[in-house]
Structure formats: structure tokens, C-alpha cells
């Protein structure tokens, strides 16, 4: 991108107010004051009206397409990856941007890249002079307040974006710029807060003033260190300005006092501590914020959530309340955990359906969580919240992991999609479902038995005929390609996860098969075996994901009976040909950086099968672990697991009206998923002592 971008520095009179105002072909932007509130200068950039325009160029691994707005690093455009044609917003920074600019460019990439919240926009990728991350397609909030906004809708919103706070202090991250400019809508009604430029950071000893005048809170004025109460200060300012449908006054009481009067007490008095001008004297932090404005009862102006209608019979799925644990993940994201052998006891699953399950899995105890979205649902310790769900994603893991490697996946798969029950299951012996024999017979650890166990617990829990996405991953994924569904039942939708699909390599192939015999044997040597796996988890398929999840990994193929093991290498070594349901349900993501197995074995095999080119992804820059945090590389992750929540998506989709699946039977248009978004309303403020 070219510049030229300028700097005004505007000198402040004392006791004057200052407003945005013309300069030449640009915009020059000052700090209007509080009563009271001396500042010394004020410093803004702006980006010149006459720079050629970037359209067509590549970024990092982004073609600019079309310019979504202007602010005060730079201009931010709609890129499209070059590789696997998904889209982003790709900020720009000029090269002779002033320093402070870069200093912001800087904290933001950082900030971003230390936090992972369903409500924060997540970062894909960071060049010298652009960053990019993930595309919303959907108005920026300040947009949106051009029309009324429910107070229900209103208080919802705050809800997530306290929520994404409530992350980020705890984390170290003090946003200091939250404000509707700053928060983004989808089309699905999610909040998502982003522009982290002039984040604090826990480790910083000292921080140039800033902030929007509108927003700040009083401390912000006078002090360049603030805390996680300026952060709930401003919070409180956005949700005023949707309830009262613009941006506040200064005076907070002159805020107040636009509201319409039909609005509860509790809501006002929330709003007023939120608003205090003395830091402690308001929430104790902005998760006791979003926990009085839960409790709003909002009367005759609509309930915050609203159920989704029964659709089916809820006697079938009593299981749902005799789960161990329940928390609450993220605003209005619960997670349950269950186990089998407690519904047998409790008599939530009857003792002969159980009894069928292990003889036809040899499961001696099965278990799993499940995600969903009780403000739609309900709570999801009830029957009743399963019975309103649209449709069900389960996510199943590779050698050596549990389902906590998919709790990212989950928790985006139902921020974006209300209706959506995730069961993200214990499988093969990890986990809380261990097998009833130290050696299992072959057909129960093979892919295709491994599938076919799956089918039988959806089918135990009354699942089988719901809409249904099956995502695996690594081992799991060669079960998802060579599973078969019986003739009479729903058949879902499946994605493999970088499959070990080694076919049309056949030196590897070969070495694999060997690889397996020699598990096998060394299985009866407990010792060697131990070695042999410790390896296997820390060799170059596992380099690039956080340690912790490396050496929980080793603990897991440590707990389970290594015999086991040799028989799920056993199975994995056979390279089972996909199924003829496969080539035409499934969809097969693959990283071109996955040591196991590139792109182009994928594309090879693929065509060989019949399976079309259209139903194979390539992640750009993805390990064999896509999914897993990438201590190096956060980033990389983030961009990773939107491809991947967006490929289920595509499929939920089509589980609602199967003429819209891509690749052999259609896919949606981009025009029919995204919808044009523009905010030039991005400019940081500034102030220098």
C-alpha cells in the first residue's frame, strides 16, 4: 500500500472543547474534554483521499478485493487467501506511517494473539505492514445503532462482549478502546469485539494516554494506566448508546435521562454502577456486570433469549440430566460431561440398550461432552434442550488426544449456529471410554468398527436421526472415510481431518504396515512399547502444538493398556479404502505443512477414488494438528480453526436444505453467506502529555 498518511498535532487551548474537523483531503481528529479533564495535546493520523488504491494486490497470503474502511493505522480491506479462497479482513499499515501508529499496529497483533474467545475476532496472519483476521459479515455495532435496537438485543450483546472482557483481563489484556466503532456484528446476531491497538498489557510499566472521548472513563483522562474498570466503564457507555439509539452525552445524567421510562430498575441501577466515576465504586469486575444484567427481567420488552420450538419428543432423551458436570464456558455457551455407566445407574438409559451397546462396541464405559446454547436450547442438563435442537456436530479425536482438543471448535461451531448440539466423545480407549478387554477384538478397533460404534452410541442417546455432521480427525478420520451407514437411517454429513490416507504412497504405506507389526509386537514388551509411543507423540507430527498438550498426549497412550494400542495401530495400518457413502458426504481438509501427508496425495487419491476436488481443503499453514494451539504460531491456529468451523458450517447448511451442499450437488454462493460491510468510523484517539 502507498502513502502519503499525515500526523496533526493540535495543541489544546485550556477549557476548550475540540471536535472532528476538515483539513485539506483528510480528517483530522482531536480529543474533546471533560469538565475538569486538562490535556496538553492531542495526536491523530489520517490516511490521504488521493493514495491509489491497493485493489488487486496480494498481501501476505491475501488478494484485496474491496475496501471495508478507514482508520487511524491505516485502511482495511476484504482479502481473499490465495490458497483456499476464504476470506479476511486485512488491515494495512502505510510505510511512513507515524510511530505511533506502528506502536499500535503492534498491540493489537499482540493482544490478539494471547487471546482465544469466540466473542474476539481472532488473528490469521501478521506481515510487517498488515495483519489480518477473521472476516465478520456484518456491521460494525456504531453502524447498526442507526436503527432502533431492541433493549433485549442490546443487553444480549453486551452480554458476549463482557463476556470477550472477562477473557481478556483475565489474560492480562486491557482493551481501553471498547466502543460500538469497535464491536462487530454477524449476520447471525453475534458480537465480536476487535481493534486491540491500544490494549494494555499487565506487563507494561508505563503506556501513552488513550482512548475515545466518548467512551473513556473519567481515570482514563489522567492516567495512561488503566484497569479492567475503564474496560466496564465503556461497556456501560456502549449499552447506554443502544438504549437510548446514539452516541451518549458527556454527562452520564443526561444519558439517563433519554431513556425510555418503560425500562426495569435493575437495568438502570446496573447501567449506574457500571457508569460510576470512581473505579471502585463500580462491578467488581465486568463478569458481576454481565451477571446483573442477566438477571434483568425485561417484562413486557422481550426476554434477552428466547427458546427455540420443540421438535421432537424430549421422553427420548432423559440421559441429558444425568450428566456429572456442567459449566458455562462463554455468554450463553454451556458444556455438560457425562458418562454412561452413570446413566445406567441413574436409570437415564435403560440396562439391556447398554448391555446391545457393549457387546456391539466392547465399551466397558463411554464418555462425552456436549456444547450448546442454552438462551435457545434451555439448560442443557434437560431433555428439553435436545429435543429443540436443529441439528448435531460430532467432533471426534486422533491418537493419543481426548475431546478437550476440540473444546475451540466447539464453542465457535455454537456461538455461530444457536440450534447446534457438539458431542465431542472419548474414543478408542483414551479418555473416559475404555474398552472391556485388554484386547479388543479387531472389528471393534478398526476404522470401519470404529464408525459403526459411533452410529450405536448416536443410536443409544436417540441421536441417529437427527440432522448430523461426524468430523474425526487423524485416526479418526479414516474411520469418518470408511464407515458405512445402514440403508434405513439419516446419513450425515462427514469431514476427515488430515487422514493418514497413505495409499498412494506406497513406500510409506509399506513402512506404516511395518511400523504396525512392530507396535504389535512390542506390545508384550511394556517397557520398549512405552518408548515406541513416547516417540510417536513427540516426532514431527506433534512439533508444532503447545507443550502441554504434547505431554498430556504421552500420558494418555501411558494410561491406556498397550495392547489397545496395538490393535488401534493394527487398524490404522490396514489402509481401508473409503466407503461408497464417503466419496459423495465427505469433505476432507488437509494442510500442505502436514509432515504425515501434503496436499497433493490428498488431491491424487482423491481423484482416484472419484471423491471430487471440490469436497478436498487445504489449510494454509496448517500442521497435522490444525486444531491445536501452536505455541509459535497462535495465529496460524485461529485462521485454521475458522476454515474448519466454516466447513461445518457449509454442511450444517446443506443439513437444512440439501440443494445448497457444494461441491457435487452445489454450494452456496458467497453473495448468499457474506453481506457487504464498510465502517470508516475506526480512528484511535490519542492523548500526549
Known sequence: MQGPYRVQCAPKPPNKRFSSTPVGDSTRCVCPELPN??????YTWAVNLQTPSPHGQTTGRYRLERRLGRGAMGEVWLGRDTLTDNLAAVKLVASDAPEVARTQFEREWRAIARLDHPNIVHLYEVGPAHLATAYIDGPSLQRRLQSPID???????????????????????????????????????????????????????????????????????????VGPAADQFALGRTLLAMLIGGPPPTQASEGFALLREDLPAALIAALQRALHHQPDKRFASVSDFAVALAAVDLGGLGAVNRLATTKRDADAFAWAAGCHHKQQVGHDLERTDTRISELVRGGQVDEDAWQEFQAQTSYAEFGWAMYGRPGRLGSLDTAAAVARASEVVVLLHGWGCTRDVWARIAQQLCRDNAEVLVLTPDVQGFGESVFDQPWPSRPHTAPDGFYTAIKHWLALLGLHDLPTVIVGHSMAGIAVLAGEDAPDTRRPYRVSIAPPWLSTRPLMWWWVKIGTLLLIALSYLGPAFRLV????????????????????????????????????????????????????????????????????????????????????????TASHYPHIEDPEHPEHTARNSAEIVACIDDLLMSCRDPTLMYGGLRRPEPADLHRESADSDTLAYLVDD
Do not use: C
Open 37 to 42: 479533564r486538562p490535556i496538553h495535546g492531542a
Open 151 to 225: 433493549p433485549s438485543v442490546a443487553i444480549d450483546w453486551t452480554l458476549q462482549v463482557a463476556s470477550a472482557l472477562g477473557h481478556a483481563h483475565a489474560q492480562g489484556v486491557v482493551h481501553r478502546d471498547v466502543k460500538p466503532a469497535n464491536v462487530l456484528l454477524d449476520s447471525r446476531g453475534n458480537a465480536f469485539l476487535a481493534d486491540f491497538g491500544l490494549a494494555l498489557f499487565d506487563e507494561d510499566a508505563e503506556a501513552q494516554r488513550g482512548g475515545t472521548p466518548k467512551y473513556m472513563a473519567p481515570e482514563q483522562w489522567e492516567q495512561s494506566k
Open 533 to 620: 509411543t513416547d516417540s510417536v507423540s513427540m516426532g514431527k507430527t506433534s512439533d508444532r502444538i503447545a507443550p502441554h498438550v504434547r505431554t498430556e498426549m504421552i500420558h494418555n497412550m501411558r494410561r491406556i493398556d498397550r495392547t489397545v494400542l496395538g490393535r488401534i495401530a493394527q487398524g490404522i495400518g490396514l489402509g481401508l479404502e473409503p466407503s461408497a457413502e464417503a466419496i459423495h458426504r465427505t469433505i476432507i481438509i488437509a494442510g500442505d505443512e502436514d509432515p504425515m501427508l501434503t496436499a497433493d496425495p490428498i488431491f491424487a487419491a482423491a481423484a482416484r477414488i472419484g471423491i471430487p476436488r471440490s469436497h478436498v481443503r487445504v489449510l494454509s
